[in-house]
């Protein structure tokens, strides 16, 4: 479970985060919404601890988070999280076997190339990052972070340098790994689409949380608008 309390969040005097409190169960899939600003992907970092809050608690799979120091955060994200970003984050010097072989041997993972062949990069393993299309590029980032077998998935805009094609096929690939895996799943978009798919949605504005609802009847990547 993740769960934090009155969340606090500044970047130079302006508030990010606003006393902001959410639970997301084991193995949920959870998006969250809200408009340019509105404190979403400052909150993926704090839950994730990529960065620390200026106040509140987060408890994450019971490690308080916010009693780490930065070298006990980087041991719970190498071990517990897997990260999608709207950058790439890619080795330019690696090829795309080794750029996701990078997450699969901090989990020991023998079967990576597997997850490649899944998003559609089995014949470009020995392609470059700078030979690679920006969606293609997004596609290897993705197969990084799966490759690691996270207990907790955090993605932000995993989509947006996507085509719907390409698009629903990544997404319908994530969510079934969600579902066999069972894994924690929170996604940042702005597609509000995309939100159809979750089991929860959190509405985010001006840093605060202003609504949350339960989809009763979910769909899939193929059935959602784009």
Known sequence: M???????????????????SLEIADGEFAVILGASGSGKSTLLSVLSGLEKADGGTIECNG???????????TLFRKKEVGFIFQQYY???????????RLGADLS??????????????EDKLDRKPSALSGGEQQRVAIARALAKNPRILFL???????????????????????????????MVTHNLNIA??????????SGKIVGIYKNTERKSAYEIGW
Do not use: C, Q, W
């Open 2 to 20: 993740i769960k934090a309390e009155n969340l606090v969040k500044s970047y130079g005097g302006t508030e990010a985060l606003r006393g902001l």
């Open 63 to 73: 490690v308080r988070l916010d009693t780490l120091g930065d070298r006990e955060l």
């Open 90 to 100: 890619l080795l330019p010097h690696l090829s795309v076997e080794k750029n996701v």
């Open 108 to 121: 020991g993972n023998k079967n990576y190339r597997e997850i490649i062949a899944a998003v559609g990069l």
């Open 156 to 186: 932000d805009e995993p989509t947006g340098a996507l085509d719907e094609k390409t698009g629903r096929e990544v997404l319908d690939y994530i969510a079934g790994l969600h579902k066999a895996r069972g894994f924690t799943m929170i």
């Open 196 to 205: 159809d798919m979750a089991e929860t949605v959190v509405k985010m504005n």
